[in-house]
C-alpha cells in the first residue's frame, strides 16, 4: 500500500510541478508579474491542487478530511505547513552541498529535492490519514 501511496504522491507533485511553472510563466510572461511574486501565487495554487490531489487519490481521505468544515481547513493548514516545511529543507540542503560544501549545483538540487520529497510525503500522510475525525 505504501509503495503505491508514495508513487501515487510523486505522480500528484508532478501535476503540481506543472501547476506551478505554468501559472509562474503566465503571470511573468502575459501579465507582467515580478518573479517573485508569481512563484508565490502560483505555489499556493500548486500547492492548493495537490492537496486536493493528495486528498483524494494518494491517501484516500476525502470523505474523512471534508467531514466538518473544521477538519477540512484543520487538514489544509497542516498539509501547507508540511509542504511549506519541506520546501524550506529543499533549499536549506541545496544550500549547504552546492554552496557551503561548493559541490555540484546538480549534487545539491537532487539531495535537496530528495530530502525534501521525504518531508513532503511525510508530512502530507501524518496529516491526511491522522486527521481527528472528533465531531
Known amino acids: 500500500m505504501r509503495g503505491s501511496q ?3 504522491f510523486c505522480c500528484v507533485g508532478g501535476a503540481g ?3 506551478d511553472l ?11 508579474v515580478h518573479p517573485l511574486g508569481s512563484r508565490i501565487i502560483s505555489w499556493a495554487f500548486a500547492a492548493t491542487s495537490t492537496f486536493f ?4 487519490f494518494s491517501f484516500r481521505a476525502l470523505s474523512r478530511v ?3 468544515r473544521s477538519l ?8 501547507l505547513f508540511s509542504q511549506t516545511l519541506g520546501g524550506a529543507i529543499n533549499v536549506m540542503v541545496f544550500m549547504v552541498i552546492s554552496v557551503a560544501l561548493k559541490q555540484s ?7 535537496g529535492t530528495i530530502s525534501g520529497l521525504i518531508v513532503n510525503y ?5 496529516v491526511l490519514l491522522h486527521v481527528k475525525t472528533r465531531i
Open 105 to 111: 549545483l546538480v549534487v545539491g538540487v537532487v539531495m
Open 72 to 79: 477540512f481547513f484543520r487538514a489544509f493548514g497542516g498539509y
Open 122 to 126: 511525510s508530512g502530507a500522510r501524518r
Open 17 to 19: 510541478f506543472i501547476v
Open 66 to 68: 471534508t467531514k466538518t
Open 53 to 56: 490531489l493528495n486528498t483524494a
Open 22 to 32: 505554468s501559472l509562474s510563466l503566465l503571470l511573468i510572461k502575459v501579465f507582467g
Open 6 to 8: 508514495f508513487f501515487l
